[in-house]
């Protein structure tokens, strides 16, 4: 069974960066598309990015494209996310979350998710 654990949640000042990680145990990774969403409070969970399994094609919310870059390390088992010129409404718990495919995408098909990392962007 997999098993995602995010991590590099934390404070950041407006216009600063961050990089999530998503660690996963067990056989991923290399067949799975993943991708992260966020929760930000009193709102509903929302898509940011996608990666396929070989990390050619990617996705991102109109919200952080420019800003946000998904990767992903095979070897490692490893997702990222790396967050730059952070904006007060980026705000969020962050979570990855993987596919059963290794490129399709829909909220049906995603068999494993994280615990969730915070990110507050506050001066």
Known sequence: QVQLVESG???????????LSCAASGII?????????RQAPGKQ?????TITSGGGSTSYA???KGRFT???????????LQM??????????YYCAKSLYDSQWYFEA??????????TVSS
């Open 9 to 19: 949640g934390g404070l950041v000042l407006p216009g600063g960066s961050l990089r």
């Open 29 to 37: 990774g290399s067949i799975s598309a993943m991708g992260w969403y």
């Open 45 to 49: 969970r929302e898509l940011v990015t």
């Open 70 to 80: 998904i990767s992903r390390d095979n070897a490692k088992n490893t997702l990222y």
């Open 84 to 93: 730059n010129s952070l904006k007060l409404e980026d705000t969020a718990v």
């Open 110 to 119: 995603l068999d494993a998710w994280g615990q969730g990392t915070l990110v």
């Open 62 to 64: 109109d919200s952080v």
